[in-house]
């Protein structure tokens, strides 16, 4: 399986119930394809850099996930017709990134384990 990032700009007009399903087509997608979402980060509304589709604003999301390599035709065919996400794109990350992300996704675990001890210590 390989790894990529995905950003998905989602039609700022529609609401935050609407935007939370689309999110969740979209991870449901992915993983019922037989990947996995390793992160997902929510950028929010956002001024688009020039306008697309008469809009100037979108909603960002950043999906980062491992996936079979067939699986981004399909990913790519369902932004396609699915409305609410009108622009897209799909980055295959490299060995180096891979790396990184490995070390980013194992880091927040650690510093919130000894967080807690670092409290004790100063109450003590």
Sequence with gaps: MNFYE???IIDPALGDEEI???SRKISDLIVKSGGEVLKEDRWGRKKLAYELNKKTH???ILYTFKAPAAFIKKLEDFYKVYDPVFKYMVIKLEKKQVAALMDELKKPAEPAAEEPVEAAAEGA
């Design 20 to 22: 939370e399903e689309a």
């Design 58 to 60: 979108g909603y960002y």
């Design 6 to 8: 995905n950003i998905a």
